[in-house]
């Protein structure tokens, strides 16, 4: 079964909000994609009080500024669209009330006709965090739980209740409803998080660095559904954060997708031959406009179909 290939909307600021999205998104559903997605970044400050994913002395990179909202941009990809899946890959949950975030997720599932993929994650900039956040950053892994909570709730039947330490519903009719259950991906990579996937969520949104690091993830997730006694399926979709050149890469210091579209179509062979049903491709960092990302896209597209992927 050939794996299904989503694509990264155009977020960054080399695009153009008002034609990009919607031309990006009528062009990746001809192409063939299977689905569409955005991810999350609110600001980029001038002086970081930390690296990069937290990492010291990391910089943070240029292309996360003037990043448009996510659900702005998933929005209009829905409203020019069929038959594609419209995923976050991420929402940083904390950086939303959890009672919006959920209603919003609903409504847009309701517009779109049953077509959303909640990817949420915890986040990790506590620059981001003293901005936005509805909990502080030690509490980050609390709020991404009770925000699925929240979401399970809202969307659900009425009269929702639900009583938790940010939110408190007493019985009360919030709506629209999704059209269907809304999937919820968890976006982890290891250690407690991947016990988060277990518990709360319906998959696993994790960041693809090497098939044998994303083989021995997965490993280890299926170690703790069994030990936790899960046996539903855990859909699992990575993301892909491809750095694309027009030539090969030839340098030893290659990273796994990194390079030209032979490179990055091998790198996902490797990633099907451990399991991969389905892979979020984010070409836009490195493109210099929509007419290159949607000319990309469909090389990329073609060229794995053509590897029997």
């Known amino acids: 079964m050939a794996i299904r290939l989503g694509l990264g909307l155009p977020q960054l600021r080399q695009y153009d909000l008002a034609r990009d999205v919607t031309d990006v998104a009528r062009t990746a559903e001809e192409i063939g994609y299977d689905s569409l997605w955005v991810y999350e970044r609110v600001l980029v400050p001038e002086a970081p009080v930390q690296g990069l994913y937290g990492v010291p002395g990391l910089p943070w990179p240029d292309w996360y500024r003037g990043m448009a909202h996510p659900l702005v941009t998933l929005t209009l990809a829905a409203a020019v669209t069929d038959r594609v899946r419209l995923g976050s890959g991420i929402l940083v949950a904390p950086l939303h009330g959890p009672v919006q975030l959920a209603k919003a997720l609903a409504s847009l599932d309701a517009a779109s006709g049953g077509r959303v993929v909640a990817g949420l994650g915890t ?18 892994g609390q709020a991404l739980d009770e925000t699925i909570d929240v979401c399970r709730a809202v969307w659900g039947p009425d009269p929702v209740s639900f009583e938790g330490p940010t939110a408190t519903i007493s019985a009360a009719a919030v709506g629209p409803k999704p059209a269907r259950p809304i999937p919820v991906l968890v976006a982890a990579g290891a250690g407690q998080a991947l016990g988060r996937v277990v518990d709360r969520g319906d998959g696993w949104l994790p960041v693809a660095m090497g098939a044998r690091a994303y083989a021995d993830a997965w490993d280890r997730l299926r170690e703790l559904a069994a030990e936790r006694g899960r046996t539903r399926p855990i859909e699992r979709v990575p993301r892909v954060n491809a750095a694309y050149t027009a030539k090969p890469y030839d340098g030893d210091d290659r ?8 490179q990055i179509v091998a790198d996902l062979a490797e990633h099907a031959e451990v399991g991969m049903e389905e892979v979020l491709l984010d070409l836009q960092t490195t493109l210099r406009d929509a007419q290159e990302l949607k000319d990309v896209a469909a090389e ?6 053509a590897a029997g992927l």
């Not at 003293?130 to 950053?137: C, D, S, T, Y």
């Open 255 to 262: 990273q796994p997708f990194q390079g030209s579209a032979d």
């Open 123 to 140: 986040g990790w900039s506590t620059d981001e965090f003293a901005a936005a956040a509805v909990r502080p950053v030690r509490e980050r």
């Open 300 to 305: 990329v597209h073609a060229k794995v179909r």
